[in-house]
């Protein structure tokens, strides 16, 4: 089964299919100590780089949706990434059976406002193409990923638990009325 990965165009931002020759910027991000800071517990290795990169091209091929990579215009290399994917994390179905949304920024992308266009580009196509539930879990520090998940229409589901740190979860039913 092959499935094309749509490109989508916004002001400042392309949001792309990642290519092999994306995966040295890739593991650079995920090795930045701030990019991780509310995701994991240690800057990624480039072995576990590297299997979260293959997981991408996974998702566009058996759900026909996954994450993009996030380029700025006029910048040489990705941004960071956005998009759905299923995590599977033991959260239980209400969580669990259902797209996550997630994205991520190299931090010289923060604070310009690029988080909100990339997310915003990433719902309305999967409101126009996909639809339904999608769920995502939030740091309850990472205060800038908490305010993209409401003004994107997420409501909060419950607080839990994963590894070591306490997230939250949310979800969304469509798009903000």
Not at 96 to 109: H, I, N
Not at 117 to 134: I, M, P, Q, S, Y
Request: proline residues 6%; glycine residues 10%; charged residues 25%.
């Amino acid at each position: 089964m092959s499935r094309s990965i749509p490109t989508i165009n916004t002001h400042r931002l392309t949001l792309r299919g990642m290519r092999a020759e994306d995966f040295n910027r890739f593991a650079e991000i995920w090795a930045m100590p701030e990019v991780v800071r509310y995701i994991d517990t240690a800057p990624w290795s480039r072995s576990k780089a590297w299997d979260a990169f293959l997981r991408q091209a996974g998702h566009w091929q058996i759900t026909g949706f996954g994450q993009w990579a996030i380029n700025r215009h006029r910048a040489p290399d990705m941004s960071g990434q956005v998009g759905f994917f299923f995590a599977k994390r033991g959260l239980g179905p209400e969580f669990d059976d259902f797209p996550e949304a997630g994205w991520v920024l190299a931090p010289d992308a923060h604070g310009q406002g690029y988080g909100m266009e990339a997310v915003k580009a990433a719902h309305d196509w999967f409101d126009r193409v996909v639809t339904g539930r999608l769920v995502c879990m939030i740091d309850p520090q990472n205060t800038r990923s908490l305010l993209i998940a409401e003004q994107m229409g997420y409501r909060h589901m419950r607080d839990d638990e994963v590894g070591d740190g306490a997230v939250k979860l949310f979800e969304r039913n469509g798009p903000p009325q």
